[in-house]
């Protein structure tokens, strides 16, 4: 499997961006999804799951209400929404393929995953 990130960008605080995801290979629909992030001088963190089937959804507690993880399994694609962006969602943000096919629970760790992306810079100014 093969992830290829892409949608970030520069944006003020309060903004919106939507970063995207786009899988190679057969297996993508058997695999959950994710997104983490990394900022500077900081380890990679989780911020949100996305089960198999799409049915499933589990975010970090920072970017409840704010973020929403979707997927379209006939296209290959997982997406983050991102809305009222703040500062310190400053990261550089990579998908992530689950290790396992048909998975269960939140997958809230970077040993679940075995693919990832390259990573899309996100930078939001005060």
């Known amino acids: 499997v093969q992830l290829q990130a892409s949608g970030g960008g520069l944006v003020q605080a309060g903004g919106s961006l939507r970063l995207s995801c786009t899988a190679s290979g057969r297996t993508f629909g058997r695999q959950a999804m994710a997104w983490f992030r990394q900022a500077a001088g900081k380890e990679r963190e989780f911020v949100a799951h996305i089960s198999w089937s799409g049915e499933t959804t589990y975010y970090t507690d920072s970017v409840k209400g704010r973020f929403t993880i979707s997927r379209d399994n006939t296209r290959n694609t997982v997406d983050l929404q991102m809305n009222s962006l703040k500062p310190e969602d400053t990261a550089i943000y990579y998908c992530?393929?689950?290790?396992?096919?048909?998975?269960?629970?939140?997958?809230?760790?970077?040993?679940?995953?075995?693919?990832w992306g390259q990573g899309t810079q996100v930078t939001v100014s005060s």
């Open positions: 992530a393929a689950d290790v396992l096919y048909y998975s269960s629970g939140a997958r809230d760790k970077t040993g679940s995953y075995a693919y």
